[in-house]
Nanobody, 120 residues
Framework: QVQLVESGGGLVQVGGSLRLSCAVSGRTLSSSAMGWFRQTPGKGREFVAARNWRGGWPSYADSVKGRFTISGDSARNTMYLQMNSLKPGDTAVYYC?????????????WGQGTQVTVSS
């Protein structure tokens, strides 16, 4: 059973930084395709960043390119999202997700989410 637990959200001022963590159990990070998504009230879930940890370059939404970085620590089996130069528009609940297989189209496993609030 794959379980994902996010942490690291909080309240930050415009221009500040946060690092989100996603602890993975039931799956090794190095064999997974995983991503970060975010959601605000009244909006659907929005793609933020993703990476196939067996190889390949990370991908980012245009709105976060150059500001957010997806990374991982195999020893801790944890994925991270470093968020810099935060804007009010980044305010959302952030979710990490994992695919059932590297080649799957959809994300099968989701964390519970962590709230990020950027104040101006």
């Amino acid at each position: 059973q794959v379980q994902l637990v996010e942490s690291g959200g909080g309240l930050v001022q415009v221009g500040g930084s946060l690092r989100l963590s996603c602890a993975v159990s039931g799956r090794t990070l190095s064999s997974s395709a995983m991503g970060w998504f975010r959601q605000t009230p009244g909006k659907g879930r929005e793609f933020v960043a993703a990476r196939n940890w067996r190889g390949g370059w990370p991908s980012y939404a245009d709105s976060v390119k150059g500001r957010f970085t997806i990374s991982g620590d195999s020893a801790r089996n944890t994925m991270y999202l470093q968020m810099n130069s935060l804007k009010p528009g980044d305010t959302a609940v952030y979710y990490c997700a994992a695919k059932d297989s590297i080649t799957a189209r959809e994300y099968a496993y989701w964390g519970q989410g962590t709230q990020v609030t950027v104040s101006s």
